[in-house]
C-alpha cells in the first residue's frame, strides 16, 4: 500500500527523532510530508516505532494517508519536490 505520512511538531529534537524514523521507510518529499510504499508488517512496525515518539498532543500532529493505486494514479504535481532535486545531486 502507498502512504502519505505529514507531521506538524513544535519541538525540534522530537521533530529530528521522527524526520528519523521515517527516512527508514519511505522518500522525504516536502519538509514535514513523506512518501512510502509499505506491506503491512512493514507499515505496523513503522507505526508502533512512531507511536513510541512522545509528540505533544495538545499542539502536535502526525497524519497518515492511504492511497490505493486508482487514488495514486491521480496525483498531480506542480513545481519542483526534494525528491527531484535529491535526483540530481552527485557524491564525490
Known amino acids: 500500500m502507498f502512504y502519505i505520512i505529514s507531521y506538524d511538531i ?7 527523532k521522527l524526520f528519523k524514523l521515517l527516512k527508514d ?5 516536502q519538509f514535514s510530508v513523506f ?19 512522545k509528540i505533544d498532543k495538545k499542539c502536535d500532529s502526525i497524519i497518515i494517508y492511504s492511497l490505493n493505486k486508482v487514488c495514486l ?3 498531480i504535481k506542480i513545481g519542483r519536490f526534494l525528491e527531484d ?3 540530481n ?3 564525490v
Open 85 to 87: 532535486s535529491e535526483k
Open 89 to 91: 545531486c552527485f557524491v
Open 35 to 53: 512518501e512510502a510504499t509499505l506491506k503491512q508488517k512493514q507499515f505496523d512496525k513503522m507505526l508502533s516505532e512512531m507511536r513510541k515518539i
Open 73 to 75: 494514479r491521480n496525483k
Open 25 to 29: 521507510y519511505g522518500t522525504h518529499i
Open 10 to 16: 513544535k519541538d525540534d529534537k522530537t521533530r529530528l
